[in-house]
């Protein structure tokens, strides 16, 4: 059974830094399969947005808000996708998701169950 499992939200004031983890099953970070994993979040009320992803290869995506602030990296031999958030502002108060997604079948999908990240003085 494939895993992820996020770890390293809390609370944070403005400005501070936050550093999330996702650790998964040995299927996601095998060199058999490949598997784009990448992190998201969400507010309530709102749609899970997106806001890093990193491939096999190390090749990275990020969204506008995360751009110079958050830093996205994966340890295959550690089997964990991290992501740096530096310069937190009260909206990126959500709960983020780990994501990990099989490029050579879109039936292999798979979402961890969140962490609270919660930016306020």
């Known amino acids: 059974q494939v895993q992820l499992v996020e770890s390293g939200g809390g609370l944070v004031q403005p400005g501070g830094s936050l550093r999330l983890s996702c650790a998964g099953s040995?299927?996601?970070?095998?060199?058999?399969?490949?598997?784009?994993v990448g992190w998201y979040r969400q507010t309530p009320g709102k749609q899970r947005e997106f806001v890093a992803l990193?491939?096999?290869?190390?090749?990275?995506a990020y969204s506008d808000f995360a751009k110079g602030r958050f830093t996205i990296s994966r340890d295959n031999a550690k089997m964990t996708v991290s992501l740096q958030m530096n310069s937190l502002k009260p909206e990126d108060t959500a709960t983020y998701y780990c994501?990990?997604?099989?490029?050579?079948?879109?039936?292999?999908?798979?979402w961890g169950q969140g962490t609270q990240v919660t930016v306020s003085s």
């Open positions: 994501n990990a997604r099989n490029l050579q079948n879109s039936n292999y999908n798979y």
């Open positions: 040995d299927v996601i970070f095998s060199s058999y399969q490949i598997y784009q």
């Open positions: 990193i491939n096999e290869d190390g090749e990275t």
